[in-house]
């Protein structure tokens, strides 16, 4: 009886080791447009999900120091203004958004300046 307990702990602990959980290694940039400054109030792109990522972190320090969660907007002259979501997610979240994205519309430069300052400053 002892030895049936134990195969079955040890199964166990296998199958836990297996279902390790996934680590918050990669940064998932969201790109939305709040104001938008069209003639009609629309912005074409509205209603579809635009996405990218990038490794954050390895061996569980980060890539980017200055690179930190949150909301980070941008505002031109002519009214339109965008904003980028940053979340730390696992691999397995990444790859879902990614293949879920349907691009970053031009805006990657937006993505580099949070990467590199922390903040959108279009150099």
């Known amino acids: 009886m ?5 195969v079955s702990l040890v199964r166990n602990l296998k199958r836990n080791d297996n279902m390790k959980e996934e680590k918050k290694t990669k940064a998932l940039f969201i790109l939305t447009m709040p104001g938008v400054g069209s003639w009609n109030g629309k912005w074409s792109g509205e209603g579809r999900f635009y996405a990218m990522t990038c490794t954050a972190t390895m061996r569980s ?35 879902k958004a990614e ?3 349907k691009g970053f519309c031009g805006y990657e430069w937006m993505v580099e300046d949070l990467k590199k300052y922390g903040k959108i400053v279009n150099e």
């Open 2 to 6: 002892a030895h049936r307990y134990m």
């Open 61 to 95: 320090k980060p890539i980017y120091p200055n690179l930190k969660e949150g909301r980070f907007y941008y505002h031109w002259d002519d009214g339109w203004s965008a904003c980028v979501e940053v979340k730390f997610v696992t691999p397995s979240e990444a790859k």
């Open 99 to 101: 293949k879920q994205s």
